[in-house]
């Protein structure tokens, strides 16, 4: 019995040890411990003028110190390389590149391309900030930080903007990208979009492609409607029918979205009843329709309105310096006679143009 005794007694002793023995916590993210990227190079206020002959230079190469959090093994922090006008407090941050290097070498006409949307006067020095937004997810907040913003004054040029873009080849032009259509990312934020006409035939199907050849990044049909895959073996995307679709595309989110917009010109000399229908010039990328015997009248005007209906309509900006916006002002077209109208959806703002024949 004294053995049974002792037995019991040392098993009850081992419990108690290891039902003592502090167990490991689970590591927490302390945000308090984690230090933010900071911008190493350019220097702050550093100046650059911008030149069209030197376009395809690089301006500078941007350069950080990574985020140091307090945890190791995490995965791979993305730094979001961002850029506003001075004293806007980023408000309508505009990002240069989405990494998760620590470094960026960004081009005169790149840099060109972003500052003057921004609004900086071409051939007039402007000042602009810099910083770093990196995060480890998005999933949630809690890993977001933020660097010092560096100051940077910038004299940009007047010329072409040339806009981040996709090409959108398929079966409606013979699967070329190089001659494919072009849809843009206007303020560099990954979202791309642009007007593209399928004709009547085929199967209306095609891809999106970061570069006029498929030897870059092709974006096809994700496993969910509305989502895209990289893989090069991913089914084509494909639209219900022939018309033309605005679309956009998230290539950050790997979405995409489309929606039937057929175009036609309708105005005074109509009664605002009936629209003439566009057609679709695919070598200039652009809407047009030739009008005859227009009456000339003093209050002879027109807008654009998709699929023959006023839910969407395109009229003149305020003021009227060529661009469209969505409800805007009649357009006045006084002389009238035969007129052809234009529509391009290649520019942040729709353009058009009335050219007498």
């Known amino acids: 019995m004294k053995k049974i005794a002792l037995f019991v007694i040392l098993l009850i002793g081992i419990s108690l040890m290891f039902s003592c023995e502090k167990k490991d916590a689970t590591p927490v993210l302390d945000m308090s411990q984690a230090k933010p990227a900071a911008i190493t190079e350019p220097s702050s206020e550093a100046q650059f ?18 985020v140091n959090y307090n945890l190791d093994n995490l995965e791979k922090t993305k730094y979001s390389l961002q850029i506003d006008l001075a004293d806007s407090n980023f408000v309508n941050a505009v990002e240069l590149v989405n990494t998760t290097e620590t470094s960026f070498a960004i081009t005169v006409g790149q840099m060109n391309s972003v500052v003057v949307p921004l609004g900086l006067e071409t051939g007039v020095p402007g000042t602009v900030e810099i910083r770093i937004f990196s995060y480890l997810n998005t999933d949630t907040d809690v890993s977001y930080l933020y660097s010092d913003a560096i100051s940077l004054t910038i004299t940009p040029y007047e010329g072409i903007v040339d806009y981040p873009k996709l090409w959108v080849p398929g079966d409606y032009q013979g699967w070329n990208p190089a001659e494919a259509p072009n849809i843009y990312d206007f303020d560099n934020d990954g979202v791309f979009t642009g007007y593209i006409y399928m004709p009547e035939g085929g199967t209306y199907e095609f891809k999106f492609t970061s570069a006029p050849d498929w030897a870059h990044i092709n974006y096809g049909a994700g496993a969910d409607e509305g989502t895209l895959d990289t ?16 679309v956009t595309v998230d290539v950050n989110n790997l979405t995409w979205t489309y929606e039937l917009q057929n175009w036609g010109v309708i105005g005074e000399w109509l009664g605002w009843a009936e629209d003439i229908d566009m057609l679709w010039d695919a070598e200039n990328q652009q809407l047009y329709v030739t009008v005859e015997n227009i009456p000339a009248a003093e209050n002879q005007c027109f807008k654009y309105r998709a699929n023959d209906s006023w839910d969407l309509n395109l009229g003149a900006n305020d003021p009227d310096d060529g661009t469209l916006v969505p409800g805007g002002a009649n357009i006045p077209i006084p002389n009238g006679g035969t007129l052809t109208f234009y529509l391009r959806f290649t520019t942040p703002l729709p353009t058009y143009e009335v050219k007498e024949n």
């Open 231 to 246: 893989d090069g073996g991913a089914p084509n995307l494909s639209v219900p029918g022939p018309g033309g679709y605005y």
């Open 49 to 66: 003028i911008l030149t069209q002959e030197n376009a395809d230079s690089i301006m500078t190469t941007f350069k950080w110190s990574p």
